[in-house]
């Protein structure tokens, strides 16, 4: 079955840093992407999406690209901040025009330190 | 807009008692709704889905039973917990068709003792 996988954590990062989440995903046909962030205590917020192949999500400096040639949509921001300290989860899409249900990674944490 | 709410957020619960989680969603009509479970220190599982009223599949065998009474509205119940019932529950809504996002409620912490 569809299925996604995510470098594990926790990744610890100084504020200011780049940060690279890796997330390669198997899936049959072709798949939305999405990357969820959920803070402490709180439920999964969308953090950014892309539908086709070669489209780059972004939002709140980050971003990711679908790349379909080595299935994988890794997310990236230029300067991290104390305030991204969160468990981030990458997901696809899987199902038919009928219903969909979203396929999620293990969630990666990150831990920004001043 | 559209809003989704869970209740209740938090709850602690013997062994052997029943539980209901109620999720409703406000702004849209007919929407896919779903029941995920996020255990301690795993990522999510998909419980149950609905794409209507009185329609329930399940995902995973297990001691829990979902419902859809109205349109908008989505409940998880047990008639007996079970220690490993614990987790994080998460109500979640779609509209239907490809690509669409997967939005989700403020999640409901339950801890079986």
């Known amino acids: 079955g569809d299925s996604v996988t995510q470098m594990e954590g926790p990744v610890t990062l100084s504020e200011e840093a780049f940060l690279t989440i890796n997330c390669t995903y198997t899936a049959t046909g072709y798949p939305s992407l999405f990357w969820y962030v959920q803070y402490p205590g709180e439920g999964l917020q969308l953090l950014l999406k892309a539908t086709k192949a070669d489209d780059k999500g972004s939002n709140k400096g980050f971003e990711a690209t679908y790349r379909k040639e080595t299935t994988s949509f890794h997310l990236e921001k230029g300067s991290v901040q104390v305030s991204d300290s969160a468990v981030y989860f990458c997901a696809l899409t899987s199902g038919n025009t009928g219903f969909q249900k979203l396929v999620f990674g293990t969630g990666t944490r990150l831990l920004v330190s001043p | 807009s559209q809003t989704i709410h869970q209740w209740p957020a938090t709850l602690v619960q013997p062994v052997g008692s029943p539980l209901s989680l109620e999720c409703t969603v406000e702004?849209?009509?007919?929407?896919?709704l779903y029941w995920y479970r996020q255990a301690a220190g795993r990522g999510l599982q998909l419980l149950f889905y609905?794409?209507?009223?009185?329609?329930i599949s399940s995902e995973v065998p297990q001691n829990l039973s979902a419902s859809r009474p109205q349109d908008r509205q989505f409940i998880l119940s047990s008639k007996k917990l079970l220690l490993s019932d614990s987790g994080f529950y998460l109500c979640?809504?779609?509209?239907?068709?490809?690509?669409?996002?997967?939005?989700f409620g403020e999640g409901s912490w339950l801890t079986v003792v």
């Open positions: 609905s794409v209507g009223i009185g329609q």
């Open positions: 979640a809504w779609s509209m239907g068709g490809l690509g669409n996002t997967i939005y």
């Open positions: 702004g849209t009509s007919n929407p896919n």
